[in-house]
């Protein structure tokens, strides 16, 4: 079974510095027919203004990922860590116990363009951690690329979760199928670009619920970027 989940349709707030999508309950955005799928309990595409950004905030039992999609985020932690993160980075933080952290945009002249994903960790109170690794985009052109699992196979991130995740940068005409083992469920978002998938077209910002299925095949129509995540 595969339900579609239209850009369209999602939570949307436009805070002047911030402008939001959230694919799933999220904040003020409360829809009692999405509330995650699986253990994938949020998608937020967000872009922040130039020079703009959320200051020191708190998380706990949470792993976060958060993925880059143009311009530049500033992170900083409770755990020390501070870093600059790009286009084709990849950011875990395991919440855990409790941290603190901000994001801000470094730039003065240009937006940055992100989606934060957060999945439901494996167990509670597991101590607060970071992870930040590069996936160059040769990596997932024309094929799918794991990006974050469970055991960090592949030198993926590791997250506590049975989850793989995997990325793929299509150029048009290009095509990537991924194949379900039994008793898994998937989640296709389509970060940029416009594809066909299950026999529908799929825009930028619109997701696909895979349930019971042993495969999916993606084309694409023009340049386009995609994120997979397959679930237990």
């Known amino acids: 079974m595969m339900t579609l989940r239209r850009s369209t349709d999602r939570g949307h707030f436009d805070h002047g510095w911030l402008d939001t ?5 999220f904040g003020d955005y409360h ?22 950004g959320f200051g020191m905030h708190g998380h706990r039992d949470m792993e976060i990922i958060t993925c880059i999609l143009a311009g530049q985020l500033e992170h900083k932690d409770s755990l020390g860590t501070g870093s600059v993160i790009r286009p084709d980075d990849l950011q875990r933080m395991t919440a855990g116990t409790g941290i603190m952290h901000s994001e801000f945009n470094p730039s003065s ?6 989606l934060q994903i957060w999945l439901l960790p494996r167990e509670r109170g597991l101590p607060p951690s970071y992870e930040e690794r590069a996936f160059p985009a040769k990596g997932r052109s024309g094929r799918w690329q794991m990006v974050a699992s469970e055991d960090g196979r592949d030198a993926s991130l590791k997250v506590n979760q049975d989850v793989r995740l995997s990325r793929a940068k299509l150029a ?5 199928e991924y194949p379900f083992a039994p008793d898994r469920h998937g989640w296709l978002q389509v970060a940029e670009g416009r594809v066909t998938a299950a026999g529908e077209i799929l825009s930028a910002g619109d997701g696909l619920a895979l349930v019971g299925e042993t495969s999916l095949r993606v084309v694409a129509h023009e340049p386009a970027e995609l994120l997979l995540f397959d679930l237990g």
Do not use: C, K, W
Not at 21 to 25: D, E, L, M, P
Not at 172 to 176: H, L
């Open 109 to 114: 002249t240009e937006p940055v363009h992100l």
């Open 172 to 176: 048009p005409s290009q095509a990537v």
């Open 21 to 25: 999508y959230h694919t799933f309950s």
């Open 31 to 52: 829809d009692p027919r999405h509330m995650g799928f699986r253990t994938l309990r949020v998608i937020n595409e967000d872009r922040v203004a130039p020079g703009a």
